[in-house]
């Protein structure tokens, strides 16, 4: 549910919707759960946001979704690793 | 208010209505991802489209001092803004949270303005948003106060002044 709402969340504010892509990765950093989005080089701008704004509001949206889960996000553009 | 209506182009009515559409779109569409339930009303209020989910439990969507509404309000804009290419100013309201918020900061304006007549000095309240601090300078100047702000974001704040 986390990575469809993240998914839908961030489609719907960048240009290019359709290179956006959200996967989980588990464990790899500690307790609690990693999402990775990928998104259009041209759309990194809009999804941190001014001073990082953007991405503290997702961050929160998710934070509140996942309830007690601790959940990150890293932000990645598509052609990264 | 005339003023403003008059410097808007005819269209606003039915961008701001638009506004709301994409809003509840955007909204309606996570509520069901998270299986949350919730009805999404829609509002023009002045000059910005006004957004509420209401019923259900959607306390999780509020947060604490109504931190996740805010994230959510800022998402909804950048989704708003993306669509029609200018920038929103469209209100998102949760379980009544703003709605219950504005009454409160009402009454906290009016109360500030009584006493910075009754004891004939200036009353300063703790810092608030923009938002905030309209509510409360409206409630003083219905409540026949005189008020003004100070400092700087976001410890900035609303000064009630005595009658002169």
């Known amino acids: 549910m986390l990575e469809e709402a993240l998914e839908h969340l961030v489609r719907g504010i960048v240009d290019n919707p359709d290179d956006v892509q959200v996967r989980t990765r588990s464990g790899r950093r500690g307790p609690g759960t990693t999402l990775e989005v990928r998104v259009n080089p041209s759309d990194m701008g809009r999804v941190i946001g001014k001073a990082g704004r953007t991405a503290t509001s997702l961050r929160t949206v998710l934070g509140a979704l996942a309830g007690s889960r601790a959940v990150r996000i890293d932000f990645l553009d598509v052609h990264e690793r | ?164």
Do not use: C, W
């Open chain 2, 1 to 164: 208010m005339t003023d403003d209506a008059a410097a808007q182009p005819a269209s606003n009515a039915t961008n701001l209505e638009r506004e709301g559409d994409i809003a509840a779109d955007y909204l309606e569409a996570l509520l069901d991802i998270a299986d949350l339930d919730g009805d999404i009303d829609m509002d023009v209020e002045g000059s910005r489209a006004v957004v509420s989910i209401v019923g259900g439990d959607l306390s999780a969507l509020v947060g604490d001092d109504g931190e996740v509404l805010d994230a959510l309000q800022d998402l909804t804009r950048l989704a708003v803004t993306r669509e029609m290419g200018e920038r929103s100013r469209l209100m998102l309201d949760i379980a009544g949270f703003r709605a219950a918020r504005r009454a409160e900061l009402s009454a906290v304006g009016t109360q500030a303005a009584a006493d910075a007549a009754s004891r004939a000095e200036a009353v300063r309240l703790a810092p608030m948003t923009p938002f905030e601090r309209k509510v409360v300078h409206d409630a003083v100047a219905a409540a026949g106060g005189r008020s003004e702000s100070e400092g700087e974001e976001p410890q900035r704040r609303v000064v009630v002044l005595p009658p002169e």
